[in-house]
């Protein structure tokens, strides 16, 4: 058997594995977020400007009191749960195929792993301030320059391991002067300060968890593009770490389509909008990260642009934000918004990647 192919083996595996485990936590995850009820008491009532929020609150009343947060955590505690049992057995048991299956690796996975289960945390928290109201965020939550802080650390944590430890300073940027390899821009310390605006850009994309089945089905089109583009790479640690997400969160759609028995919250939504950028580094993505991310770029786009409207046009463009919530507002079905986002994802995903594998 060739190392190409056990590598392929190896990541349909772990994918297909995380699948089956995400989906036995699932299934008790869901009986103690009822049991504990772990939602809003109150739907927001507020927009992010402190403006009255009418026509969100219409759309969201019911589905924020009734159906728990807190569904992201299934993908952070798979990933724990699976490194866990792959390194008890291969103590227990000298086989060389075992051993193969281990995908820690100090130069692929230990940053994304350190961000997922990190800004996991930082996001359940964040939950479990929500749900019961405090916290001086709209709605509950922790405070804005709260989450700045720590998701900056993050990133200053992420970047300084790149730049001293693995000794990374460039960004390569595709297509560009030199069709069809590209250019790699050293930016020496400024390597570190880009790693944390795009964990900060990155984090904003929370604006994606707001309808069933939305968040789970595009970060499934982007970790699946970052999975191909890893393997073409031959970091086939990174790639079977990237094939773990996918299958928690296929397990994560099954309890998350329409009606929705849990949404994702910010353990699921923040672990894995800062595990995306610091994958976009490690496999040298960033410029295409916004095309890969599209969905998110267009979903955290109308937010901004929304709110620069309101403040000095004093007029909405769209008649909620998300844009997804103006779709709904306009007559469209919820399954038809995030079935067509979904189709929206895997294309910009597959061009992006494919820009990428250019060079």
């Known amino acids: 058997m060739s190392i190409f192919t056990f590598s392929a083996i190896k990541i349909l595996s772990l994918a297909f594995f995380s699948s089956v485990v995400s989906i036995v936590i699932a299934k008790f995850l869901i009986e103690f977020l009822y049991k504990i009820k772990f939602w809003k008491k109150a739907a927001r009532e507020k927009a992010i400007d402190g403006r009255e929020a009418d026509v969100l609150l219409g759309l969201n009343k019911e589905r924020e009191t009734s159906v728990p947060r807190g569904g992201g955590i299934i993908i952070w505690v798979s990933m724990i749960i699976i490194l866990s049992l792959i390194l008890i057995l291969n103590a227990f048991f000298d086989v060389w195929w075992l051993e193969k299956f281990n995908f820690l690796s100090r130069e692929e996975t230990w940053i994304p792993l350190f961000a997922l289960i990190s800004a996991s945390i930082i996001g359940l928290v964040d939950d479990i301030f929500v749900v019961h109201g405090k916290g001086k965020y709209i709605g509950g939550g922790l405070k804005f320059g709260t989450r700045f802080i720590l998701v900056s650390l993050i990133g200053l944590i992420g970047g300084a391991w790149f730049y001293f430890k693995l000794g990374w300073s460039a960004v390569h940027v ?182 990428q594998l250019l060079t």
Request: overall charge neutral; aromatic content about 14%.
């Open 174 to 355: 595709p297509l560009l002067f030199n069709f069809p390899y590209g250019i790699d821009i050293n930016l020496g310390l400024g390597y570190i300060l880009l790693f944390i605006i795009v964990c900060l850009a990155s984090w904003a994309s929370g604006v994606v968890d707001g309808l069933d089945g939305l968040a789970g089905g595009v970060f499934g089109s982007i970790f699946g593009a970052f999975a191909i583009i890893a393997f073409a790479q031959g970091r086939i640690e990174l790639a079977s770490f990237c094939a773990v997400i996918l299958g928690t969160l296929f397990s994560f759609l099954w309890f998350n389509i329409p009606p929705a028995k849990f949404y994702m919250g910010e353990t699921g939504i923040l672990g894995l909008s800062i595990t995306m950028a610091t994958i976009a580094f490690i496999t040298n993505s960033v410029v295409v990260l916004p095309i890969i991310a599209g969905i998110l770029v267009i979903e955290t786009g109308s937010v901004i642009i929304q709110l620069l409207s309101k403040k000095f046009r004093d007029r909405k463009i769209w008649l909620s934000t998300p844009i997804h919530h103006h779709l709904e507002a306009s007559g469209w079905k919820s399954y038809q918004i995030t079935m067509r986002f979904w189709i929206i994802s895997v294309v910009l995903a597959l061009l992006g990647a494919s820009i």
